[in-house]
């Protein structure tokens, strides 16, 4: 009777589910907690929408003196007899549509994640940001995404009505290469947020990266191929940068768009942009994951 009874004790008592199924978030909720960070960001930048309004003279600007410096150094150069003048492979043309797009693309895919993460570092805030419920990387790019939106349509569509008929900017060769273009610039956007996410991850270990920063902004359009075509350099060069993953920064997608890339040579020049895509987000998930066993917090 007394072992039945503490038998009927023990089945009395129901186990605690809460005590022994661990919290976890459904996929959609996971979803809608990061699609919510595109659209804060998409409203916080709407605020300063004043700043970027401004930012339409001085790209204009930008493209107004390599215009000039391209058309100089075109007129100051001899062809052969009946042969166009090609710098680069490019003709004058192609030469003003290259730049022009590739600062069009630039006002898109721009951002300063490096330098919020940075601040986050030495600030103390990121702190706070490893006791809540998301990935900072995760939530970083979606940011990016939302500031992206709001550069498409208050930045980035203002430079096109304004550049494209004052520079006389050339359509591409085919229609479709509209749409190759934007996907390539889509993921021009992960590999230069991904890329700046991991300059950020520096400021773990150097504290303050003001220097690494200054060094990326003077190097980076350069890198990427804004200012000049990497046609332009030596083969050294060029073989050098085609292991880098700044080529599919600008170079990829305004060569697609001038029609440089057709066929197999395209669909490669995709694959090469979406695997930097995606080897730098994971280099940036690995970096960030060992990174946060060196946090210091030296304010907040």
Not at 17 to 40: C, H, K, Q
Not at 78 to 102: C, D, F, H, R
Not at 129 to 140: A, D
Not at 191 to 213: D, E, M, P, R, T
Request: net charge positive.
């Amino acid at each position: 009777m007394k072992d039945g009874g503490s038998t009927a004790a023990v089945a009395a008592t129901p186990a605690d589910p809460a005590r022994l199924v661990p919290w976890s978030r459904s996929v959609p909720a996971t979803l809608g907690l990061y699609f919510t960070f595109i659209r804060l960001a998409f409203l916080k930048f709407l605020a300063y929408r004043l700043r970027y309004y401004t930012g339409v003279v001085s790209y204009t600007v930008f493209v107004t003196g390599h215009y000039y410096i391209y058309r100089a150094l075109f007129a100051s150069t001899v062809a052969e007899p009946g042969q166009p003048v090609l710098i680069g492979g490019l003709t004058l043309p192609e030469m003003i549509t290259y730049v022009a797009v590739g600062w069009i693309g630039r006002s898109f895919y721009f951002n300063n994640i490096a330098r919020e993460l940075s601040r986050m570092i030495q600030e103390g805030e990121i702190a706070m940001n490893l006791i809540k419920p998301f990935h900072l990387q995760t939530v970083m790019m979606f940011e990016v995404v939302g500031e992206a939106a709001f550069r498409l349509l208050m930045f980035t569509l203002p430079i096109v009505i304004v550049i494209v008929p004052v520079f006389d900017v050339m359509a591409p060769p085919r229609p479709d290469l509209y749409g190759w273009t934007f996907l390539s610039f889509l993921l021009a956007l992960v590999i230069y947020s991904q890329w700046n996410f991991l300059i950020g991850c520096l400021a773990f270990y150097l504290k303050n990266i003001q220097g690494v920063l200054r060094a990326q902004m003077v190097s980076m359009d350069f890198l990427t191929g804004v200012i000049l075509p990497f046609s332009m350099f030596p083969g050294w060069f060029q073989t050098v940068t085609a292991w880098l993953p700044f080529q599919g920064i600008s170079y990829i997608p305004v060569t697609i768009y001038l029609g440089k890339r057709t066929g197999p040579d395209l669909y490669q020049a995709i694959g090469i942009q979406l695997a930097w895509a995606v080897g730098l987000f994971i280099a940036g998930r690995l970096l960030y994951r060992y990174s946060v066993s060196k946090v210091i917090v030296q304010g907040g």
